[in-house]
C-alpha cells in the first residue's frame, strides 16, 4: 500500500527494455544522435505542429529552465499559490533566473482565479519600475492537489496573458494523468489553448529519468541550448533519454499507464466514500487524492503498513479539527488492485 | 573508428541490467532507499572512510556543486588555464556560485604549476577585497589532456591549499582511467594526498549517468541536499543512479573498464609512433591521446570513417605549421582492438 | 504641496554643509578615513554597544545585503506581504541572494501578525528539503504603510525568531521616524527586543545619500567587506557618506527632523478628520499617511497642485467604491506648515 | 605627498557647492527632475548624439550594469588580463550577471592586443555551446596601468567586435584623463570609433560620487531601468548627482581638472628620469605612473611620508630583481606641484 508518491514507483519494463536495446554502439552524444532526432520529430506529431524540445534530467529542471528562458530582469512570474514551482521546489526557479520572483496567486481546488490573476497583475504597472515586470504565467496541469482545468479555464488564463503580453508555461508533471481525465489532445490542452511552454513530464508515470521541455514555437528557445548547458543539464548519453520517451510514447503506452494511475485513484475514493471515518478534501480527478480523517486513525493505517504523507492544507481549506490530520494518497502506473482493496478494508475496519 | 568521445560509447550491459533488475516495486525516493543506502556504504568502503556521497546527473552538474559547497562572497576558484571547469562548462560553475570566479593558472602538459599557483595566490591578499576572496583549488585527473598528476604532484598542490586553509576538489570525471594507470587506491590519490571533495564520474566509462560527489569530510557538506535541491539534481528516483553505481564498482567492473580504455589509448599511442605522417603531441597516460598531422590527411581519415575532432592547442603548446592540426582521439570501454587496427592502416597508408 | 514621497525633499543645510567641510585634504578611500572611523564609533554610542556598521548607497542596498549577510541554499526569507523588499525593490533582495525568496506572511496594519508568522515558519519542516529553509525575518519600522510596531510586538517576533535560530532583521528607511513616535533609544527599539540587523536609514529624512547596515553582533558581519564590495556598494569616497551621518546624528537633528516630518503627518489627519470628503485608511502613526477619497475629488486637488499617488490598498484593507480612490500622503523633514494649511483648505473646499 | 589613489582626494568646490545649491525644495526622485533632465541633455551635446544616460554610485556598479545590459546565456566578456573589472572588483561584474565569465586576453601596456583578442575569439566558436557565446568586449581608457589606447587601436578592436556581433563597452572610470592627452572630443574617442557603451567617471577626477552609464544606442537600453533598480543603483534623490555633474562638465571644468592631475603625474616622470635609483616602468600617458626601485627605498620615501601603494606587476613586464619592488603613484586635481616638488627632493636625496 505505497501511496506516498507516483515517483516511489520504479520504470516499466518497457522503458528500461529500451533503455538496454539503446545501449550498445557507438552515437553522437549531446543530444546529436538518431534516437534523440527520432523522439523529437515524435513529438512534433504528438502536439501537431514543429516544436522545439529539449532532454533534462528532472521535472525541477524543465520548470526552472522554462522560466529561465523567458527571464528578464526584475522579472515575476505568477502562480498558483501552492504551485510546485513556489512550494516544493527549493527555490530553484528563482535560482535559475538569478532572482526573478515567484508572485502567489489565490484560486479554489489548486487552480490560479482569473479574477485573481487580473487582479495581481494590476500590481505590475508598466511605469512603475519599483515593483519589477511580470514575465510569465505559469500553471500546473494536473495540479499539486489533483484537480484539473478545463480546457476553458486554460483559455481564459491565456487571453489575460495575451493581452499582458505574457508567455504561458504549464507544468505537466503529470501532463498524461490531466490528459486522460480530459480526454483531449495534447494540441487540444496545450497551444489550441494558448499555452507556450510545456514542461512534459514522464518520470511519474513509467520511466526513470524523461522529462522534456517543449516550446511550442521554436523561435523563443534559441537560447536554450546554453541555458541548459549552464544549468548542466545537457546529458551527454542523450539517446538514454530519448530511449524512455520512444518507448514512452510508443503504443500509448503513456496513455494507458496514466489511465491506470487515475483509474486506482478512483477506486480510492470510491472506497473513502464509503466510510464515515475518512473524507475526502475534495473530488480528485488525476492520480492524487486528499483526505482528512482523525489523527489517531491516520496512524493506525500506517502502523498496519499504509504509506502515506500528511500535507498541508492549501490556503483556501476549511480548518479541520484539533486532532484530524489532511493527509496525500497517490497512486500510479504500478498501484496495484489488490492494494487498494486491502486499504479499503483497513478503512472499513476503522 | 569512433574517437570523438568516451561519451559516444552507450552503456555496459552490467549497467543496463541492474537498471533493470532494479526497476520494480517500491522504494522511497529522494535519496532514501535501499540500494541509495547500499551504494553511499560501498562508496566508504571504496575510499576507506566515512564519506558524504550526494548523486547527481552530470559531470557539470558535480563540478559545480562541489564549487557552490564552499562559495564565499567575492570567491575565486583557481584551476588550470585549460581545465573542463573554465573551458567546456559553459559557465556552469560561475552560474551556480552566483559568479564566483574560475582564475586561470598556467602549467605545461595540462597540470597546474604549483610555482604559478603560489604567484596567482599572490594577488589575493586577504586586506585586499577589491581582488575578492580564494575559495577553492580545482584539479583534474586524469587531466583535460590525458595527462596525469603524480601523488607528489597533488600532495604538493594539498600543501598549498593547507598553507592558504582552502579546500582542494579533484574533478574526476576520468577518475578510474587515472587510477589504473597510477596503479593506486581511491584512497591514496584522493585525501591521503589532501584532496577534500571529489567529482567521480562514471558516465564516460560505461554508465548512462552516473556521478557522484563525494565529501571526505562529511561536515563540510551540512547544505548539500538544500545545494542539491535548489540546483535540480535530485532526482526522485535515484535508485536507478545507485544500480548503475551499485554494478559499477562491482567486482571490480569498473577499474577493468578503464584498463580497457587505457589500452586501447596506448595501442593507438604505438600506431602513431610508428608514422612519419602524425605526431603525438605528448605522451598520453590514460585514454585521450593528442596529435598533429596535416589538415589534408586529417581530413582524409575522417574521409575514410575515422570520427574524432579537431582541438584547441594548449596555450603551452609550441605552435603548429599553418597546414596542420591538432586532433583529439578518444578511447573507451567500448573501443574495440580492431578498430585501433583500422585506424593504424589508415594511418600507414597516408 | 508634496506628499508624493519624503525623498521628494531634498537636503538638510546642515548636511549639505558638513559634505562641503570635508571635501577638502586626501583621506583614506573605501572606508578607512578619520571621519569614517569617527561615525563607526558614533554608532557604538547610539546603540550603546559595539556594533558593526557598514555604510551604502540606498536603502536597497541596505536590505538587501542584510539577507545576502544571512544567505542559506534554498534560503526563504519571511516578510509581511507588502513589505517594501518584497513589493517595492524590484526583487533586488532576490538578485542579491541568487534567489533566496521572500515569503509573504499577512497581518493587519501592515505588520506581521506573529500567528501567521508561526503557521508559515510551519511549511518549513527541517527534514523536508523541498520547501527550502528558513533564513531569516525582516520586518519594516515604521511600516510601509505608516504604523508602528511597539516594543512588545517586536519581542514577540524576535522569540519566535530565537526558537526557530533565524535573524531578525529590521528594515529602519524611516527608523527615526518611529523612534520619536514611541519615544523610546535606538538600543530600545532594536537589539534589547532581539533585532540583529538594521537598515539605519538618513536619506528619506534629511541626508542625500546616506544608508547604514548596522550589525548588533559584529561577528555576523565577518564576511560583509566582499558581499558589500561584489554588490558595487563600496563607495571610494565614503567620507561623504560618513559626513552626512556625523552631521545627521549631531545635535539630535535626525530626531528633530523626524518629529517635524510627523508632526506634520498629524497635523494633515486632522485636517482630513474634520473633513467628511476624505476619510483616513487608519491611523498614521509616523510620516505617511492613507486615505479614501471619491477619483474626481482626488484629481481635483491635484489639479489645485498637491502631488501625490494612488496606492494599491493592503490585502487586508476593506474594499473601497468603484468611485473611490486610496491614496498615500507623505510628509518630510521639509514639509512646511503653510502647505498643510493650504492642503487643509482645499479638502475644506470639496 | 599622497599618490596613494586619486580616490584619495575629495571634491572639488563647484561640486559642493552645487549639490549645496540643488538641495532646497521638492523635486521628483528617482530620476525625474528638472536638472536630471537637464543633464541627460547635456549628455546629448557632449556625444554629439541623443545617447540613454543612467547615473549609478560607482564605478563598479557602471561597468556591472554595462555588462549585465548585454547579458546572455553562457556569456563571456573579453577583457584585458588585468583590467579593473577582471581585477579590481571583488567579481562584480560576474556577480551582477548572474555568472557571465571575464575572459582575459593579453596584451602590452595594459592594452588588449588585437591578434590575441581574435585568438581567444576562435575558442568561441558558435556550434560549440561548451565554451558558452562571447558577449562583450571591454577596454579601459586610461588604461589600469596609465596608458592610452591611440583612437586607431580603439577602431581595430570595435572592427572585430562588429565582425562578430559584439557591442563594445569602455570603462572610462579615467575618462578624461584620456581625452585630455589625446586632445580628442568624447565622440571621437568613442561611437567614432565603435564604441557602444561607456563608463563615464566623475568619482576620481572632482565629484563624490558621480559615475554615467552611457549607451550610445538608447534602444539597447531598454531594460536598463529594472536592471538599475534591481541592482540597488536607483537612488532616490538622483538630483545630487546630476548636480555634481552639471558642475562637472560646466566650462570644462572637468577637462581643466584633468589636465592638471595629468601635468602632476608629468612631472612626477620628470623627476624620475632624473634619479637612477627609481625608473619608470614605461612612459605614464594619463594620471598614473609606475616604478621600479629599491624596496628599502620604497620604504625610505614612505617613513619620509611619501604615501604609495605597492603594484602587481603585469604579467607582460620584465621580472624584477629580488630586492626590488614595483609602485603606483597617482595623482589627482588636488595634487599640487609642492607636493611633486617635494617627493623630487626625496628621490634625489636616496
Given amino acids: 500500500m505505497f501511496f506516498a508518491s507516483d515517483n516511489?514507483?520504479?520504470a516499466h519494463p518497457n522503458i528500461t527494455a529500451n533503455i538496454a536495446a539503446n545501449a550498445g554502439g557507438f552515437a553522437a552524444s549531446y543530444g546529436a544522435s538518431e534516437i534523440d532526432k527520432k523522439v523529437e520529430q515524435r513529438f512534433n506529431e504528438l502536439f501537431e505542429r514543429e516544436v522545439a524540445v529539449y532532454f533534462v534530467g528532472t521535472g525541477t529542471a524543465a520548470n526552472s529552465?522554462?522560466?529561465a528562458s523567458v527571464n528578464r530582469p526584475g522579472g515575476v512570474s505568477l502562480c498558483h499559490r501552492e504551485a510546485h514551482v513556489i512550494e516544493d521546489e527549493c527555490g530553484a526557479p528563482e535560482y535559475f533566473t538569478g532572482g526573478a520572483r515567484l508572485h502567489p496567486v489565490d484560486g479554489a481546488l489548486g487552480k490560479m482565479d482569473p479574477a485573481n490573476l487580473r487582479k495581481e497583475l494590476k500590481r505590475f504597472n508598466p511605469g512603475f519600475i519599483h515593483a519589477g515586470q511580470?514575465?510569465?504565467?505559469t500553471i500546473t496541469q494536473a495540479t499539486e492537489i489533483g484537480t484539473l482545468y478545463t480546457l476553458e479555464e486554460i483559455a481564459t488564463i491565456s487571453a489575460i496573458c495575451r493581452e499582458k503580453n505574457l508567455p504561458l508555461h504549464l507544468d505537466g508533471a503529470r501532463f498524461a494523468n490531466a490528459l486522460v481525465t480530459l480526454d483531449v489532445t495534447p494540441a487540444e490542452m496545450t497551444w489550441k489553448q494558448g499555452v507556450d511552454i510545456v514542461s512534459f513530464g514522464g518520470t511519474k508515470n513509467g520511466c526513470w529519468c524523461a522529462e522534456a521541455l517543449v516550446f511550442m514555437n521554436p523561435d523563443q528557445a534559441k537560447d536554450l541550448p546554453f541555458i541548459r548547458k549552464r544549468a548542466a543539464q545537457l546529458f551527454s548519453k542523450t539517446r538514454f533519454i530519448a530511449a524512455q520517451f520512444d518507448a514512452y510514447l510508443k503504443d500509448d503506452l503513456w496513455l494507458n499507464l496514466a489511465r491506470h494511475a487515475n483509474a486506482m485513484t478512483s477506486k480510492l475514493a470510491q472506497?473513502?466514500?464509503?466510510?464515515?471515518k475518512v473524507k475526502l478534501a475534495w473530488q480528485p480527478q488525476a492520480n492524487e487524492l486528499f483526505a482528512i480523517l482523525k489523527k489517531s486513525d491516520s496512524e493506525k493505517l500506517q502502523a498496519q503498513g499504509a504509506?502515506?504523507?500528511d500535507w498541508n492544507p492549501p490556503h483556501s481549506a476549511d480548518p479541520i479539527a484539533e486532532d484530524e490530520t489532511f493527509v496525500r494518497l497517490v497512486t500510479s502506473f504500478a498501484t496495484t488492485e489488490a492494494e487498494i482493496d486491502q486499504f479499503a478494508a483497513l478503512i472499513k475496519a476503522l
Same sequence: chains 1, 2, 3, 4.
Fill in 8 to 10: 516511489w514507483a520504479g
Fill in 65 to 67: 529552465l522554462a522560466l
Fill in 134 to 137: 511580470p514575465m510569465a504565467v
Fill in 307 to 309: 504509506v502515506f504523507y
Fill in 271 to 276: 472506497a473513502i466514500n464509503g466510510s464515515d
